[in-house]
Structures are given as structure tokens and as C-alpha cells.
């Protein structure tokens, strides 16, 4: 199935295109929609994963001293979780915490979950990172930038 797969997307987004609106078009647009996606999922997961509050704990003897769901929430932060569109541009992936926690949950209940993980997190005293809009994740991500850069 893996190699079906390959030819079916290459025949879908290269080969039918080409025939449809020409080689160079084909090209060009698949060009710019590979970079286009590539940029966001970059942009996405830099706000979700290297802002200054998440924390990756190096293993000790291949074992990490905490349970796999503190693990998950330790290094993931929330981003702009109030913002529909935001929530519907990234595919709820701004609700990071709860995607890592509940991968084969549909997006669509992030934000009922959220409140659920956010209370039982303050209940066991665990941290929980989320930023508020898209901006302070970036502010949050340049500092945390700056500091590791700055380091010995």
C-alpha cells in the first residue's frame, strides 16, 4: 500500500496536472504549495514545541524519570486556542497538549478536552503551557531562541 500510495499522489499532483495546465505551470504550482505548506507546519510546530516554558528532560539509562502523559505535557505548549480561525487554519493543531495526549480524538473536541486537561493538570500541581495568541507564541519562541543561543 505504501508504494500505491506514492504512485497514486504522484499521479494525482504531477503527472494529471501536467497534461491538464502544462509542465511548467504544474511546476511552479507545486512548488509554491510545497513550500507554502512547508512554511506553516514549520511555523506550527516551532509555536508548539520551542517557546521558552516547554522543557525536554534528558533520558536517564533510555527511561525519562516521568509518566508519559507529564512527558507530553511538559513538552508541548498551547497557542491561540480561543482563536476559531487559528483553530481551523492550523487544524486544531494550536491545541498541541491535547493532540499529544489524544492523537485519535477528532480536533473538533480540543477545546471541551482543553478545559479537562487544563483543571486535572492544576489538580496534580503539573504545568501547563499555552500562550494566548499567535504573537506571544512568537515573542515566546525568539526569546526562547535567544537564550539557548546565548548559552555557554
Known amino acids: 500500500s505504501f508504494w500505491a500510495t506514492k504512485l497514486t499522489y504522484f499521479t494525482m499532483f504531477i503527472v494529471?496536472?501536467?497534461?491538464l495546465v502544462g509542465v511548467?505551470?504544474?511546476?511552479v504550482g507545486y512548488?509554491?504549495?510545497?513550500?507554502?505548506?512547508?512554511?506553516v507546519i514549520a511555523v506550527v510546530f516551532q509555536l508548539a514545541h520551542v517557546v521558552e516554558d516547554t522543557t525536554f528532560p534528558a533520558p536517564v539509562e533510555g527511561k525519562l524519570d516521568v509518566e508519559w502523559a507529564v512527558h507530553q505535557?511538559?513538552?508541548t505548549s498551547n497557542f491561540a486556542t480561543k482563536n476559531k480561525i487559528v483553530?481551523?487554519?492550523?487544524?486544531?493543531l494550536n491545541y498541541q497538549v491535547?493532540?499529544?495526549?489524544f492523537p485519535r480524538i477528532s480536533h473538533v473536541h480540543?477545546?471541551?478536552?482543553?478545559?479537562?486537561v487544563k483543571d486535572t493538570?492544576?489538580?496534580?500541581?503539573?504545568?501547563?503551557?499555552?500562550h494566548r495568541t499567535v504573537l506571544s507564541a512568537v515573542r515566546s519562541h525568539v526569546v526562547h531562541l535567544r537564550d539557548v543561543g546565548s548559552r555557554d
Open 16 to 19: 494529471l496536472p501536467m497534461f
Open 24 to 27: 511548467v505551470e504544474t511546476i
Open 31 to 39: 512548488l509554491v504549495l510545497t513550500s507554502v505548506c512547508g512554511i
Open 73 to 75: 505535557i511538559n513538552t
Open 87 to 92: 483553530s481551523w487554519f492550523t487544524g486544531g
Open 98 to 101: 491535547e493532540h499529544h495526549l
Open 110 to 116: 480540543y477545546p471541551a478536552i482543553n478545559e479537562i
Open 121 to 130: 493538570c492544576e489538580k496534580f500541581g503539573i504545568g501547563y503551557n499555552e
